[in-house]
């Protein structure tokens, strides 16, 4: 790496954390390192909104610095204030303290005048969860424990709701980056899912629950020897948890779809997820009209992913076209309101 120098473009507002120089020299002026401290720095990929940096402190200490873009790296334009990066700072302080020890990286420091953050690097050797379920390592234990960490920052937020409901009432990043790019534009694209679909988006509106992830997807889970991470909390908000519910259903839905070998196991784990979701949500008072909204949001976002702005780059055109028309015949004519239900006549479609 070479060594920073001073020069206006590195000191004043324009920093590029992917630029080593300039983030080493940034972190020594700012006394975030010491004044010659020598980290090794890496750019790690995956990141779809944001710069993110893996820093290795010689004292053995490790950091991942997450710079907000205001223009996202997908195929159609999408723009997002770089301001959101403090929401997910704001959602990581919360976090650490709501979800299971262990799966939330505690937050080093913020810096308002970069749009950036640090925290903790997930320790190596570890595994992204997406990657692992798309080479057909699905495992019931890793469900398992998605689905309680799910059910308990959900219960654990309604139980502290009058102090953490002022904190997360603003949603413009969820109608951002959520509502308009998924399901908005998805009912634009598939004109027959319209009326589903608004009608989903104002019940979501009028939802006021719980603290809601609003990105829980194996993408931004990390496994470290057996335990899951959670990561990339910038459209966390409260809203309606049924949301997070079908978010992550998807995934599991769409993998059932994409890997024909192991489909009846995706689907087994799509069940063990509602279960195991229920039971560690426990006695929360949303809890028995949950199901239905987590079946329309199941749905909404099985449509999304293949017609909406941000679509799963593993499934073919035909698996995509398939799995539109699947959905939009569920949606137009009695859509199932029980998830079990849900999963099983989704998958015998495929
Ligand atoms: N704390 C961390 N420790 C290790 N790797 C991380 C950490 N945070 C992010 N990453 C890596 O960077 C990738 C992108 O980070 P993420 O927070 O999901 O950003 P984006 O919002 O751009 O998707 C993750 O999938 C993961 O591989
Ligand atoms: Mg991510």
Known sequence: MSEPHASPVLAGKHLDIEQPGALVAYLRRTGRIGAREQPAVRVLSG?????????????????????????????????SSPERIHHEALGLRWLERLAPQGTITPLVFEDHEHHLLAMHAVPEPHDNWKTLLLAGHLSRDHVTQAAQLLGEIHRRAWERRGELLPIFEDR????????????????????????????????????????????????????????????????????????????????????????????????????????????????????????????????????????????????????RTRQREGVLALMLGAAPVRVSELIHTFVERL
């Open 47 to 79: 990141g779809v909104s944001n710069r993110v940096v893996l820093l290795e402190r010689p004292s053995g200490e490790s950091w991942v610095l997450k710079q907000a873009l205001a223009k996202l790296r997908v195929r159609v334009d999408w723009y």
């Open 172 to 319: 413009s990043y969820f109608e951002s980056l959520r509502l308009e790019p998924y399901y908005g534009y998805a009912a634009e694209q598939a004109p027959a899912a319209a009326a589903f679909i608004e009608s989903l988006i104002a019940e979501t509106r009028d939802c006021r629950l719980t603290l809601v992830h609003g990105d829980y997807s194996p993408k931004n889970v990390l496994v470290h020897e057996g335990r899951l991470v959670l990561l990339d909390h910038e459209v966390i908000h409260w809203g309606d948890p049924a949301f997070d519910i079908g978010f992550f259903l998807t995934h599991l839905l769409s993998k059932a779809h994409h890997l024909p070998a192991h489909r009846e196991a995706f689907a087994d784990a799509a069940g063990l997820f509602w279960r195991v979701y229920l039971e560690a949500a426990g006695r929360v008072e949303w809890a028995a009209e949950l199901e239905p909204r987590a079946a329309r949001h199941t749905l909404g976002c099985l449509l999304a992913r293949v017609a909406g702005r941000s679509q799963l780059e593993y499934l073919s055109e035909a698996e």
